[in-house]
């Protein structure tokens, strides 16, 4: 009888949905990979369908997603790939969410809300996920709704590195566009060499996506302003922010973000006389019909591949950003 060949090595398996199967595929590229091929299909009625192509037992199994509209689809679906992949026995079941759905109902604003973040961890649980990864959360906090580990990766190094040769700090100004991004612009700022501004907005929370801004904190006068902020769902946040700091006596308004979310009207707005350039990544997809000419969109799968990298190979995720993460 021959005896039983135990091999140790382990082996990667990156799969994806249906959402952005572009940047899944660059990730892929980035590792020197492939996708293990998915049959996915959608119902008359609805219903998702999941199936991978090849086996995936004992495997490190990566299964990607962006969770751009319409989100809850994508988000089942995900959900049912990691069933799939539960069952057919891998040995790791990793979510990479580049944009964490539901991040912005993190905690109950007035009573009888849900916390749907939560919810969303919760659900990535029960279906079988090990573990989370997902680039600049809305709230790092966020990471103790799953209870395992959560790779929280920062698009910062990506967008800086853009910045870096464009904007002379002496005349720079970064800016929050709000209370909740003050500890991020914070470090935009350090990294940067430049003071920090602060916008106060308020939103009426009984209208969704409505802004006002009440009064800006910070040198803007004579200054270019770079907002920086996690995500652009209908631009109204950066429009009234950067109208408040034009009238403000601001020379120019850059905008850095990281999830193009570009919910109507985002990409009519952004295009407004306030606003000199829009640079944000491709954590979720653009289609060419929002794209204008003072638009830039760089490459996330770089940041993530690495990060799929440092997990599979049980090295560091916070060496990619200098011990921060
Ligand atoms: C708010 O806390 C977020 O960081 C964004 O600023 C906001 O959700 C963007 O939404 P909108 O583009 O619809 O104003």
Redesign the pocket.
């Given at each position: 009888m021959s005896a039983i060949k135990i091999s140790g090595e382990k082996r990667l398996v990156l799969v994806s949905g249906r959402a952005h199967p572009r940047l899944a595929e660059e990730i892929a590229r980035e590792l020197d990979s492939e996708l293990v091929p998915t049959e996915n299909r959608t119902f008359a009625n609805g219903e998702i369908y999941a199936r991978y192509g090849d086996s995936i037992r004992g495997s490190d199994v990566f299964i990607i997603q962006s969770h751009c509209a319409p989100i809850n689809e994508w988000l089942m679906e995900q959900l049912i790939m990691i069933d799939a992949a539960k069952r057919a026995s891998a040995k790791r079941i990793t979510v990479v969410a580049p944009f964490y759905p539901y991040a912005?109902q993190d905690k109950k604003g007035r009573g009888r809300e849900p916390i749907s973040a939560r919810l969303v961890a919760d659900l990535f649980k029960a279906a079988g996920a090990h573990r989370i990864m997902s680039v600049d959360l809305?709230a790092a906090q966020i990471q103790g709704f799953f209870d395992g580990p959560v790779d929280h990766l920062f698009a910062m190094p990506v967008l800086l590195e853009h910045f870096k040769t464009k904007l002379d700090p002496a005349n720079l100004t970064v800016v929050s566009?709000?209370m909740?991004?003050v500890r991020v612009a914070d470090i935009w700022s350090d990294k940067l060499g430049a003071p920090l501004a602060i916008i106060h907005?308020r939103r009426d929370p009984l209208v969704p996506?409505q802004?006002s801004v009440h009064e800006i904190i910070g040198p803007v006068d004579g200054r270019i302003c770079l907002i920086v902020?996690?995500?652009?769902?209908?631009?109204?946040?950066?429009?009234?922010a950067a109208e408040a700091l034009k009238n403000a006596g601001a020379l120019g308004v850059v905008v850095a973000?990281t999830h193009a979310?570009f919910?109507a009207p985002?990409t009519e707005i952004l295009q407004s006389e306030f606003i000199d350039s829009v640079v944000v990544t491709d954590s979720l997809p653009i289609p060419p019909e929002k794209y204008w000419d003072r638009l830039t969109v760089l490459p996330i799968a770089p940041l993530i591949a690495r990060a799929i990298h440092e997990v599979f190979d049980d090295g560091s995720v916070t060496s990619m950003f200098d011990g921060a993460a």
């Open positions: 912005r809305h566009p709000d909740g991004r907005k996506n802004v902020d996690d995500l652009i769902d209908t631009g109204r946040t950066i429009v009234r973000a979310v919910s985002a």
